[in-house]
């Protein structure tokens, strides 16, 4: 499975990163989500496919650990038989000696540099993007930014216009597929994401790749959904986002299991999110955990390192109208220090966005 042409591929651009100099670097955007990296890859390929004479590398603007979190990602590479160990990651290398052996960047799914890529803006030469132009890097002599539903989309139309050859290659088009699909929602109409290009692109691609695309589609889905291999740490910081209120730190992580079973897997979620805690230097963690049972349901795991401060908060939570219902998920392990509850949320209408302006205003008051 590793010995296919993309593979081989990526094999030499990883072994080009040391020893040559880089005319293009292909990066997507610092959330390297499905569509991001799956562009990236595979417009580093086909550029590489029609100009066989440079060097083209594909970078993952994130850690190498932070891949496996990604879990419709690991799914679709997987599918697309791709060889992890030949990625690019940003533990992989050191920025700033990579870029003075880089002419040009090509940008995919975002046309703007983040803060830590930003000082290389002058070497932005090409940009594919289906976010709204930012109007920025006049010198780029090619900018395709449309607002087709996934940025594949665009990387699928110069699969076709400039490189002919890799137009039957089946792990490219599994990987672009996969980003389409779900980007698009299964190119449901309903959805209000594809467009008639993505469509088409889609169309093309279908040919190619051996699987049918209903299946596929669920499987991604499931995929993505599905956290089965992940660890406590891992589900905290998936989805996470840290607050400052007054002079209190929060953290609220927003996961996709219920607490009875997260409880079943680690009997010491306290423990866990103690040293989350510890490691952040937060004085509060918050897990909502969102999920359908088969209606959407929400939980509430509350973690305050004060144990006074954790009974005051939870009483704020109850006069919210959150709708609290203690519960113990599996045979918990009690705290070091902090105080921890678990919760079903009877209104599940108060998300993240609900919950953290009201512990704003609740703190700094
Ligand atoms: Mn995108």
């Given at each position: ?60 603007p994130i850690i190498r ?42 940008l995919v799914d975002h ?213 609290l219902k203690t519960i ?38």
């Amino acid at each position: 499975m590793t010995g296919h042409q993309l593979n081989r591929y990526l094999i030499q651009a990883k072994a080009d990163i040391n020893n040559k100099s880089i005319d293009t670097l292909v990066m997507g955007n610092e959330a390297a989500d499905l569509d991001s990296m799956a562009s990236a890859l595979a417009y580093a390929y086909i550029l590489s496919g029609c100009s066989s004479e440079k060097v083209i590398v594909p970078l993952m603007p994130i850690i190498r650990e932070g891949f496996k979190l990604r879990t419709e990602a690991v799914y679709v590479f997987d599918q697309a038989g791709i060889d992890l160990n030949s990625l690019i990651f940003l533990d992989d290398i050191n920025l700033g000696r990579l870029m003075e052996k880089v002419t040009s960047l090509a940008l995919v799914d975002h046309n703007k540099l983040s803060a830590l890529y930003e000082p290389y803006g002058k070497k932005v030469a090409i940009i594919l993007d289906h976010h709204r132009d930012e109007g920025l890097y006049p010198q780029a002599f090619k900018k395709v930014i449309e607002p087709v539903g996934s940025c594949a989309t665009l990387v699928g139309e110069e699969l076709s216009r400039c490189c002919p050859e890799l137009a039957r290659d089946a792990h490219l088009a599994t990987l672009l597929w996969g980003a389409i699909l779900l980007d698009t929602v299964n190119l449901a109409p309903d959805a209000g994401r594809v467009t008639p290009k993505d469509e088409a692109v889609s169309e093309t691609l279908t040919a190619i790749c051996p699987l049918e695309r209903n299946s596929y589609f669920a499987a991604i889905r499931k995929a993505k959904f599905n956290t089965n291999s992940l660890g406590t740490f891992d589900l905290l910081r998936k989805d996470y986002k840290e607050f400052k209120f007054s002079s209190i730190c929060c953290g609220i992580a927003s996961t996709l299991l219920p607490l009875a079973l997260w409880g079943e897997k680690d009997p010491e979620l306290c423990l866990s999110f103690e040293t989350y805690v510890k490691q952040r230097s937060l004085d509060i963690l918050i897990s909502m955990n969102a999920y359908t049972d088969p209606e959407f349901n929400r939980d509430l795991a509350v973690y305050c390192a004060d144990p006074d401060e954790h009974e005051k908060l939870i009483g704020f939570l109850a006069e919210k109208g959150l709708d609290l219902k203690t519960i113990e998920p599996g045979n918990q392990k009690p705290c070091l220090k902090g105080r921890i509850s678990f919760h079903n949320q009877g209104n599940p209408d108060i998300s993240r966005k609900k919950l953290s302006p009201m512990l704003d205003d609740y703190f700094s008051s």
